[in-house]
T-cell receptor
Framework: NAGVTQTPKFQVLKTGQSMTLQCAQD?????MSWYRQDPGMGLRLIHY???????DQGEVPNGYNVSRSTTEDFPLRLLSAAPSQTSVYFC?????????????FGNGTRLTVT | QKEVEQDPGPLSVPEGAIVSLNCTYS??????FMWYRQYSRKGPELLMY????GNKEDGRFTAQVDKSSKYISLFIRDSQPSDSATYLC????????????FGKGNQVVVIP
C-alpha cells in the first residue's frame, strides 16, 4: 500500500516554463488536495477535489490548474512558472472529507523556479 | 491578524523534558483542531484530532483545547530524540468549508 505518491521529488524550472506535478493515491480516497509550504507561511491550500470530475479553488489558486479525471490521480499544472512559485508542494487525500478522516500527505515535490 | 498564530521557535529541550506547544486563533467558527507532526523532508502526519474543549491524551501526547480563549496546546511528556520534528496545528471551520487553516509550524529538537 503506497499511500500518496508524488512525482517528481525535485524540479528546477526556468521562468515561463510549464510543468505538471503528479499525485496518485491508492486508498480509494474521494477528497484530494494540493498545498504549498513556504518558510514563515505555513501550509496553504491551492486547489482541492471532493471526487472525480469536481474541483474547487483554495486559498492561493492563481497560476495553477487542476483536473480530476479519475479517483486515483490529481495532477497540478503550473501554466507559466514564476519565481514566486518556488516552494514545496504537498498532495494530500482523505477518505470522506476533512471533517471525518485525517489527511494523508505525500512526501512533497521541491520546486525551484529561476 | 492571521487566522492561526503559532510561534515557529525553534525549541530545544533535553531528552525526558516536557515539550509544550501552542497556537492561538481568531476565527470563532473553528470547531475541529488537529496537530500534525512533520519530519524533515517528509509530509505532515496526523498526531492528534480533537473537537471539544478540554484534554485528550494519547500515550505521551496530550492535546488541550480552550475554545473560550481560542487557544490550543500540545504537550509531549518524556520527550525522545525521535520527537524531533516540526509540529503544525491545524483547524477547520463550519461544515462546508473544505479548508484546513494551518499554523506556521514549531520546530522541536530533543537533545539526547
Amino acid at each position: 500500500n503506497a499511500g500518496v505518491t508524488q512525482t517528481p521529488k525535485f524540479q528546477v524550472l526556468k521562468t515561463g516554463q510549464s510543468m505538471t506535478l503528479q499525485c496518485a493515491q491508492d486508498m480509494n480516497h474521494e477528497y484530494m488536495s494540493w498545498y504549498r509550504q513556504d518558510p514563515g507561511m505555513g501550509l496553504r491550500l491551492i486547489h482541492y477535489s471532493v471526487g472525480a470530475g469536481i474541483t474547487d479553488q483554495g486559498e492561493v489558486p492563481n497560476g495553477y490548474n487542476v483536473s480530476r479525471s479519475t479517483t486515483e490521480d490529481f495532477p497540478l499544472r503550473l501554466l507559466s512558472a514564476a519565481p514566486s512559485q518556488t516552494s514545496v508542494y504537498f498532495c494530500a487525500s482523505t477518505k470522506q472529507g476533512i471533517y471525518n478522516s485525517p489527511l494523508h500527505f505525500g512526501n512533497g515535490t521541491r520546486l525551484t523556479v529561476t | 491578524q492571521k487566522e492561526v498564530e503559532q510561534d515557529p521557535g525553534p525549541l530545544s529541550v533535553p531528552e525526558g523534558a516536557i515539550v509544550s506547544l501552542n497556537c492561538t486563533y481568531s476565527n470563532s467558527a473553528f470547531q475541529y483542531f488537529m496537530w500534525y507532526r512533520q519530519y524533515s523532508r517528509k509530509g505532515p502526519e496526523l498526531l492528534m484530532y480533537t473537537y471539544s474543549s478540554g484534554n485528550k491524551e494519547d500515550g505521551r501526547f496530550t492535546a488541550q483545547v480552550d475554545k473560550s480563549s481560542k487557544y490550543i496546546s500540545l504537550f509531549i511528556r518524556d520527550s525522545q530524540p525521535s520527537d524531533s520534528a516540526t509540529y503544525l496545528c491545524a483547524m477547520i471551520g463550519n461544515y462546508g468549508n473544505n479548508r484546513l487553516a494551518f499554523g506556521k509550524g514549531n520546530q522541536v529538537v530533543v537533545i539526547p
